[in-house]
């Protein structure tokens, strides 16, 4: 069963129109993570939640926004998508964030940009 | 700051061949060191870590040492499958001196494995 969920799978916009991608997880976890992923580079991460406190990456640029409802929920908003947006973005989990503990990916939602 | 660096692909190997996957990281802290592999169509999932120097890592066949004088943690296999066909990414997460990263993984760029019969 899937334990981390992200919908949809494959999202095409248009440029400058606003975008949600969604994640959902079952496994109560605390943190959850949005990375972006470009042809042939490494995951890149935005931001993540831990509970309900948001922490950006320094390097995020403000078009990309997030929202953490409640524990199960989370939330990618991309405000103005350019082309360069177009990419895989992920979601993952972890317990508790420890170090050395495993992450939980999604699927994945691909972004498409027109 | 972080950074892992991986061996450039894609890799082409027959099956029951050796493979081996270089990867060297830089951190400031002691970080955990782990193997991530994205086969096609779905999420990255955690093939093995390895958290402290010495330590190795197993799992499926593959393992991969943390040698911290070389700060490398190269992934390898002594015969792979056709079903070993994959992107392999090569990850650590760094408290920092005393600090916590909340599980924020730094990744390598990834290699892609082929395997043919």
């Known amino acids: 069963d899937a334990m981390v969920i992200q919908n949809p799978r494959y999202q095409v916009t248009q440029f400058g129109k606003p975008v949600t991608l969604s994640c959902s997880q079952t496994?109560?976890?605390?943190?959850m993570y949005w990375y972006q992923q470009k042809s042939s580079q490494a995951p890149k991460l935005l931001f993540h939640?831990?509970?309900?406190?948001?922490?950006n990456e320094a390097d995020t640029p403000d078009n990309f926004q997030s929202r953490r409802p409640n524990t199960s929920f989370c939330f990618l908003d991309i405000r103005s998508p350019g082309l360069g947006d177009a990419a895989m973005y992920l979601c993952?989990?972890?317990?508790?964030?420890?170090?050395?503990?495993?992450?939980?990916f999604g699927s994945g939602t691909q972004l498409s940009v027109l | 700051g972080n950074s892992v660096t991986q061996m450039e692909g894609p890799v082409t190997l027959s099956e029951e061949a050796f493979l081996t996957i270089n990867c060297t990281y830089t951190?400031?802290?002691?970080?955990?060191l782990f193997w991530y592999v994205q086969y096609p169509g779905e999420g990255l999932q955690l093939l093995l870590k390895?958290?402290?120097?010495?330590d190795k890592g197993s799992n499926k066949g593959f393992e991969a040492t943390y040698r911290k004088e070389t700060t490398s943690f190269h992934l390898e296999k002594g015969s792979v499958q056709v079903s070993d066909s994959a992107v392999y990414f090569c990850?650590?997460?760094?408290?920092?001196?005393?600090?916590?990263?909340?599980?924020?993984?730094?990744f390598g760029q990834g290699t892609i494995l082929t395997v043919h019969p």
């Open positions: 993952a989990t972890s317990r508790t964030g420890a170090t050395n503990e495993k992450l939980f």
């Open positions: 990850a650590l997460s760094d408290g920092g001196a005393g600090g916590t990263s909340y599980g924020k993984l730094t």
């Open positions: 939640y831990y509970d309900k406190d948001f922490n």
């Open positions: 951190a400031t802290g002691y970080p955990s």
């Open positions: 496994l109560n976890h605390n943190v």
């Open positions: 390895a958290t402290k120097a010495d």
